[in-house]
C-alpha cells in the first residue's frame, strides 16, 4: 500500500493498516492510485462513526461496481478495523485487477462523476481469475524467468530458500546485475540479502522483505 501512496502529493504512509483505514480515506487514496479515478472528492472528514461508514461504503461500491469480490467484508467491519476483514478486502483488491470507467457521466447524477463508477449491471470486462489459477499462472512466468539460468522453482515456498531464485528473476532482467556462478557458494542468507539489495538500488524494487532464520537452514 505505502509504495503506491508515496506517489500522491503530498505522500501518504500507512503506520497501522488496521487503524490507518477505518475512516475510508488511506482506502479512497489508495483506490486513486490503482485506478486513477477520483474518490476523494466524496470523502467526508469525521471522527463520528456514521461518516466514516459512509465513507467506505462508498469505496466498497467503487471495487463492486467494478465487479471485485468481496466475501465477508462489508463497511462496519472495515471501520472497525477487523484484521480478517481487512486483509480480506486487500487480498481481494490484489486478485481482482480493476480499472478506471472514463466514460462521462451526468453531473447531476448524484453519484460518481466523469471517470469514476460504471453504470450499474455493466458487464465485467473479463471473468475475474480464480486464486488458483493466478498462481499458477505466476507460477509458470518465474519458472520461464529462472529456468534458462539452471535454477528450478517448483514452488512459492522452498524452492526461494537458498536465495538463488531472486537472484535469478533480477537476472532475467537484467543480466549484468548477478553473476550466478559466484552465490553458489554463499549461504542463503547472504543470496537473499544480496538479491533484495540488487533489487532496491538496481531495478527500485521496494524492499518489502527480509531474510527470515528459518530461510538460512
Request: net charge positive; aromatic share 8%; with cysteine.
Amino acid at each position: 500500500m505505502n509504495v503506491f501512496l508515496q506517489r500522491r502529493d503530498p505522500p501518504v504512509k500507512v503506520r497501522d493498516l488496521f487503524t490507518d483505514i477505518q475512516d475510508g480515506r488511506v482506502l479512497m487514496a489508495l483506490l486513486e492510485e490503482l485506478s486513477g479515478c477520483k474518490l476523494l472528492y466524496r470523502f467526508r472528514p469525521s471522527s463520528h462513526r456514521i461518516f466514516r461508514l459512509n465513507n467506505i461504503s462508498k469505496a466498497l461500491a467503487f471495487l463492486d461496481d467494478r465487479h471485485v469480490k468481496l466475501p465477508g467484508v462489508d463497511a462496519s467491519s472495515i471501520a472497525d478495523g477487523t484484521p480478517s476483514a481487512v486483509l480480506n478486502l486487500l487480498w481481494n483488491m490484489i486478485l481482482y485487477p480493476f480499472s478506471c470507467d472514463l466514460s462521462p457521466q451526468p453531473s447531476d447524477a448524484g453519484g460518481y462523476s466523469c471517470n469514476t463508477l460504471p453504470s450499474k449491471g455493466r458487464k465485467a470486462a473479463r471473468e475475474p481469475k480464480y486464486h488458483g489459477k493466478a498462481i499458477q499462472a505466476l507460477l509458470r512466468w518465474v519458472q520461464r524467468c529462472t529456468s534458462k539460468f539452471g535454477v528450478e522453482v517448483c514452488d512459492f515456498g522452498r524452492s526461494w530458500r537458498s536465495g538463488l531464485a531472486f537472484l535469478a528473476m533480477i537476472k532475467s532482467i537484467d543480466p549484468d546485475l548477478v553473476d550466478l556462478r559466484e552465490n553458489l557458494s554463499r549461504q542463503p542468507r547472504e543470496n537473499m540479502q544480496l538479491a533484495f539489495t540488487i533489487a532496491q538500488h538496481s531495478l527500485d524494487i521496494p524492499r518489502l522483505l527480509e531474510p527470515e532464520g528459518k530461510g538460512s537452514r
